[in-house]
């Protein structure tokens, strides 16, 4: 069964520096693993997809990378700004559940001015 | 284009009433999908539809009805609302399966008393 772990829960960092989210999954069989952003009381948005023969996906100040093999996915976040504030969640749709996507409990970022 | 839409964007129920989730898109998805977002839970699929007259259960199925008459709308039906279905209540769509970005609506808050 496919279970994702985003750790910390929480992460609180000053205005302008580097970051990175992570997220672990347990079944390697993936089809791809995406990222997304909710902010309080919203809905999801889609960051970022990348595929599991890619082993990097950038966009803008994001970047993404994916380890199947260690069931490992980083989202890198340059220059943080105080925008960036928000929960990060990633998920991973698998080949063995049909049709469902798991998704991390996520991470509640805070980027302080 | 509006994306994906969701009404109401809040509701109180009693026990026992019924209500209808509306969920629409207008990006020609064939992909919808019903999620209950709860604190400590994550997000758990509810009902999912890979196409018109096709549903299927998700995670949490139970409580829950759906059906899919056109490519565009995906309600969610509460036949007899219980306080356990308190949660909010996301929609989200894609081109043509899980293995692709989704799209989600804004989200209904219920409240069941």
């Known amino acids: 069964k496919q279970e994702v772990t985003q750790i910390p829960a929480a992460l609180s960092v000053p205005e302008g520096e580097n970051l990175v989210l992570n997220c672990s999954f347990t079944?390697?069989?993936?089809?791809?693993l995406q990222w997304f952003r909710q902010d309080p009381g919203k809905g999801l948005t889609s960051l970022l997809l990348i595929q599991s023969s890619q082993r990097e996906q950038t966009s803008g100040r994001l970047n993404a990378s994916l380890d199947k093999s260690s069931g490992r996915s980083t989202l890198y976040i340059a220059a943080s700004q105080p925008g960036d504030s928000a929960t990060y969640l990633c998920?991973?749709?698998?080949?063995?559940?049909?049709?469902?996507?798991?998704f991390g409990s996520g991470t509640r970022l805070s980027i302080r001015p | 284009n509006a994306g994906v839409t969701q009404t109401p964007k809040f509701q109180v129920l009693k026990t026992g009433q019924s209500m209808t989730l509306q969920c629409a898109q207008d990006?020609?998805?064939?992909?919808m999908s019903w999620y209950r977002q709860d604190p400590g839970m994550g997000l758990r699929l509810i009902h999912y539809s890979v196409g018109a007259g096709i549903t299927d259960q998700g995670e949490v199925p139970n409580g829950y009805n759906v059906s899919r008459s056109t490519t565009e709308d995906f309600p969610l039906r509460l036949l007899s609302a219980a306080p356990s279905q308190t949660s909010v209540y996301f929609c989200?769509?894609?081109?043509?399966?899980?293995?692709?970005?989704?799209?989600f609506g804004p989200g209904t808050r219920l409240l069941v008393l």
């Open positions: 989200a769509s894609s081109y043509s399966g899980r293995e692709e970005t989704q799209y």
């Open positions: 079944d390697s069989a993936i089809y791809n």
């Open positions: 990006m020609n998805h064939e992909y």
């Open positions: 998920a991973v749709p698998g080949y063995s559940s049909a049709s469902k996507i798991i």
